[in-house]
């Protein structure tokens, strides 16, 4: 998996590209946990170019997501599509989490 991290505003915005699975779960939760470390609060993940995500993935998400509500920071959601976007409606993401169809309208309400 392939993760790319820029700030953009007030959030950090990471493009993920790939599969993320149990293997490449570890390696986003820590690149979101070091970016918490440096203050930030609130991460737009596009998944514009994520090809599956796996429980491991969403256990990811969720872990980070309640690290944030601690700091008062949040994750927004934006390109869901296909299989991804499949298991995140069956999982109830869907209703936990802001989606917007693009990074760019999530990032004009973030």
Do not use: H
Not at 48 to 55: A, F, G, N, P, V
Not at 88 to 110: D, R, Y
Request: charged share 25%; glycine share 8%; aromatic share 10%.
């Amino acid at each position: 998996m392939q993760i790319d991290a820029t700030k953009e505003g007030n959030a950090i915005v990471m493009s993920l590209k790939g599969r993320l699975d149990a293997a490449a779960s570890s390696e986003f939760e820590t690149k979101l946990s070091d970016w918490i470390s440096k203050g930030d609060s609130n991460f737009l993940l596009n998944f514009t170019d994520l090809e599956y995500i796996s429980s491991a993935g969403l256990r990811s998400i969720l872990a980070t997501s309640k690290k944030l509500k601690e700091r008062n920071g949040k994750i927004f959601l934006a390109g869901l599509r296909g299989p991804v976007e499949e298991v995140f409606k069956i999982s109830g993401f869907m209703s936990i989490f802001k989606v917007f169809a693009t990074a760019e309208a999530a990032l004009k309400e973030i």
